[in-house]
């Protein structure tokens, strides 16, 4: 019912800051909480963060709270991922997805997902 497109990523130094974005079109994703996952090769994907309908309520994975900042902005419906004091670990292909309950911090939790968007930390 939805199309994400995931944008920001690339290339950073260690101790780097990355904004990514997810913007939805097909409709809008003021309904729904939303969330960004990451996998790095070979490794299972895992939970980042994820925000309420409104931006009222985030919650954080422990490697992403005091470092990552999700927000959004519904009338540009999109969604938005800071990340501040990258790590080399932090390396992975980043993905969004649209939640259908929230907190939720499992994938089976998010119906609809976009490409993602690689972030690559050097050392």
């Known amino acids: 019912q939805v199309q994400l497109v995931e944008s920001g990523g690339g290339l950073v130094q260690a101790g780097g800051s990355l904004r990514l974005s997810c913007t939805a079109s097909?409709?809008?994703?003021?309904?729904?909480?939303m969330g960004w996952f990451r996998q790095a090769p070979g490794m299972e994907r895992e939970f980042v963060a994820c925000?309420?309908?409104?931006?009222?309520?985030?919650y954080y994975a422990d490697s992403a709270k005091g470092r990552f900042t999700i927000s959004r902005d519904n009338a540009k419906n999109t969604v938005y991922l800071q990340m501040n004091s990258l790590t080399p670990e932090d390396t992975a292909v980043y993905y969004c997805?649209?939640?259908?309950?929230?907190?939720?911090?499992?994938?089976?939790?998010?119906?609809?997902w976009g490409q993602g968007t690689q972030v690559t930390v050097s050392s």
């Open positions: 097909g409709r809008t994703i003021s309904m729904s909480s």
């Open positions: 997805a649209v939640g259908s309950f929230f907190p939720a911090v499992i994938s089976r939790a998010y119906p609809n």
């Open positions: 925000i309420s309908r409104t931006g009222s309520n985030t």
